[in-house]
Nanobody
Framework: QVQLVESGGGLVQAGGSLRLSCAAS????????MGWIRQAPGKEREFVAG??????????YYGNFVRGRFIVSKDSAKNTVYLQMNNLAPDDTAVYYC?????????????????WGQGTQVTVSS
């Protein structure tokens, strides 16, 4: 089992920045996928960013709307994945969830992730 705990959400003005953290605990694996997915009220879940770690390589993925504003990274020593969000806009307001999969194969697809955190609220005021 893997437990995921998000933190770092909050209220920020448009143009500001936030860094979200996702701390993973439980079993450790040599390779895994992790991701950030968000859901705004009345909208479907939307892929934000993801990272694939295979022990020797790291790959990152971003949703089309990110346009260079967000950066996903990891700290293996802390079993933590981060999402640095810059130049935030009111449309970025949502609950941001962390997800993970220890089955790493094929194309990256957050919909196959089997571990999810409780989410952290991000609110961007205009």
């Amino acid at each position: 089992q893997v437990q995921l705990v998000e933190s770092g959400g909050g209220l920020v003005q448009a143009g500001g920045s936030l860094r979200l953290s996702c701390a993973a605990s439980g079993r450790t694996f040599s390779s895994y996928d992790m991701g950030w997915i968000r859901q705004a009220p009345g909208k479907e879940r939307e892929f934000v960013a993801g990272i694939r770690w295979t022990g020797s390589t790291i790959s990152t993925y971003y949703g089309n709307f990110v346009r260079g504003r967000f950066i996903v990274s990891k700290d293996s020593a802390k079993n933590t994945v981060y999402l640095q969000m810059n130049n935030l806009a009111p449309d970025d307001t949502a609950v941001y969830y962390c997800s993970a999969s220890t089955s790493v194969s094929g194309h990256y697809d957050y919909k196959t992730h089997d571990y999810w955190g409780q989410g952290t609220q991000v609110t961007v005021s205009s």
